[in-house]
């Protein structure tokens, strides 16, 4: 196998050759202990045969130490790329974390947040050197493409969009808002011990997690910087946290105001009923801006100013940008849609819109689109089968499909949520792959073809990746290989990637860029509900794996 190798601990590559997990502890607190990242034994690939039975196992086990390459791709997604200095990210609600009241509101931050434009640059500068080096690890090929599945940003701001482009684009970054000093729940003067203080002071995160002092590290994480940009086009993709407030909210005219303003909300005003949170964050988050002490002073900018769902489209037109418009077309401006067809080395990419623009983070599709997504797939596919079970052949040209869209199945609700769009998919065999994020867990789902009562199963089916966030612990990406394997076998080589951020020796207020994603990720490994111990990271078999299935046609 080829690939980039970690040749430091905790330097970027491919984890069949080394794994990043919890180090040694540094310090203790009263309830979890504050551990380094360690670099270990890389995680072999392990076959996965779920779709085709015991015999076809076999077979595919076989023919799979031959593979010939047909496409290379990464998959990025839930980056959540904040503005921590924003007016309308109601970080008071971290206090309510104990309350499940307010169970789908919260974490509303994370110490690691004023560090993702620097996790990001890392995750880019790694993809591109798997991409130089031929570092794909079973084809040994470049990247023909990198696939994203949204929430690239946190709070549907400009500002977000702007440093996401100028991160895969290439560009300036300017990770704050609201003047050289941002406002932040981070600060030391901030009158809150909920949220770690990394410039020193007693909080909740010292006493109970351990973390420690890292003097000036909000002004070097809030510092502009240059950005180079991915070596390979890129698509793009609608995600909820582009869509809504934090993922949840409306922003309402009122709330719209209020962003580009100078007032912060810093507690949960007496005046919005506990029990009520909930909604009126989903339909109304104006209403959490009160007077007084509920309130503090920040610097007004204009730049933290909602982006509509057709003004994300229309900002991913740029020169340069690879494919025009990554992925979003014409169409889309005309009509303020998000969703897509694009046609890449004989594979056609379908992404879906999944956002419930009423609020609420679950997903949900419109007949809408899901008309739209019945011919784009009839178009090339030679036969598939019709609503009524008969089979209707077209003709027409056959590619492999590949889905993707923020929510998966487990996350699309509503008269058209997962399970009607896996019963739609199936009737399209060419769909080999469905690719999503919005859990932050990795998981690799096996969805075989059903079949009528009495008939034998086929073995045919389609896979469903879901990748982990950059944001969260592990902090990863993933190449995804689709592969001939054969006698009639395609198979599907999936493999985690690793950030090149270096893991950071010693307290050292003086750190590099590399220091910086390192520490985005060391500190992500610490949070309690989602770092080491968290199911985050999924099993073996949702990581490093090939997935084995049947070709719906001789692949080209």
């Avoid at 599709?365 to 598939?384: G, N």
Wanted: charged share 20%; net charge negative; hydrophobic share 40%.
């Amino acid at each position: 196998m080829s690939g980039v190798h970690h040749p430091l601990p905790g330097a970027g590559g491919l984890t069949v050759h080394a794994r990043l997990g919890p180090g040694a502890v540094v310090r203790h607190g009263s309830l979890q202990p504050y551990r380094r990242v360690a670099a270990a034994e890389g995680e072999a690939h392990r076959v996965r045969a779920d779709l085709l039975g015991a015999e076809g196992g076999r077979r595919f086990a076989r023919t799979a130490g031959a593979l010939r390459p047909l496409l290379t791709l990464a998959h990025v997604t839930d980056l959540q790329l904040p503005d921590v200095g924003s007016t309308a990210r109601f970080e008071f609600f971290n206090r309510e974390v104990a309350d499940p009241l307010f169970r789908e509101l919260v974490p509303v931050q994370r110490p690691q947040e004023a560090l993702t434009a620097r996790a990001m640059q890392a995750m880019v500068s790694t993809l591109n050197a798997l991409h130089e080096r031929s570092g794909a690890p079973v084809s040994g090929g470049g990247l023909d493409l990198v696939v994203t599945t949204g929430d690239a940003i946190d709070n549907a701001q400009w500002n977000e969009v702007r440093n996401w482009l100028a991160l895969l684009d290439g560009g300036r970054v300017h990770p704050g808002s609201g003047g050289s000093v941002p406002a932040s729940v981070q600060a030391r003067d901030w009158p809150d011990d909920v949220f770690w203080r990394p410039d020193g002071g007693a909080d909740v995160w010292r006493e109970r997690f351990g973390f420690g002092d890292r003097p000036r590290l909000l002004e070097q994480a809030l510092a502009a910087f240059d950005a180079t940009g991915l070596l390979v086009p890129w698509l793009a993709c609608y995600g909820n946290h582009e869509a809504l407030l934090q993922g949840v909210g409306v922003v309402t005219p009122e709330l719209a105001a209020l962003m580009v303003g100078d007032r912060k909300p810093s507690r949960l005003r007496p005046s919005v009923r506990r029990e009520e949170a909930l909604d009126v964050f989903t339909t109304r988050a104006h209403e959490f801006f009160g007077v007084g002490d509920e309130q503090l002073a920040v610097v007004a900018d204009p730049a933290r100013r909602p982006v509509g769902r057709r003004e994300f489209v229309d900002m991913h037109f740029s020169a340069g940008a690879q494919p025009d418009g990554h992925g979003f077309t014409d169409r889309n401006r005309t009509e303020g849609t998000a969703y897509y067809a694009h046609d890449a080395a004989g594979v056609r990419f379908v992404a879906l819109d999944t956002n419930d623009l009423a609020g609420g983070a679950d997903g949900c599709l419109d007949e809408i689109q899901v008309a739209w997504l019945r011919a784009t797939l009839a178009e090339v596919s030679s036969r598939f089968t019709a609503e009524d079970g008969s089979t209707v052949t077209t003709g027409r040209e056959d590619r492999l499909v590949v889905v993707f869209s923020h929510h998966g199945s487990t996350t699309l609700t509503g008269a058209h949520g997962g399970p009607q769009l896996l019963a739609l998919l199936h009737r399209f065999p060419n769909v080999v792959l469905w690719l999503n994020g919005h859990t932050h867990t990795n998981a690799v789902r096996a969805h075989p073809r059903p079949v009528a009562a009495g008939q034998q199963a086929t073995g045919e089916g389609l896979w469903e990746v879901t990748t982990c966030a950059v944001m969260d612990w592990p902090c990863q990406a993933r190449i995804v290989e689709l592969l001939d394997a054969g006698d009639g076998f395609l198979a599907i080589a999936c493999t985690m990637v690793d950030h090149e951020g270096r893991i950071v020796p010693a307290e050292d207020p003086r750190l590099s860029p590399a220091d910086l994603a390192g520490l985005h990720r060391e500190l992500a490994g610490n949070v309690p509900w989602s770092g080491f111990d968290s199911p985050t990271s999924g099993t073996p078999t949702d990581r490093n794996v090939v997935l084995g299935l049947r070709a719906p046609f001789p692949p080209a």
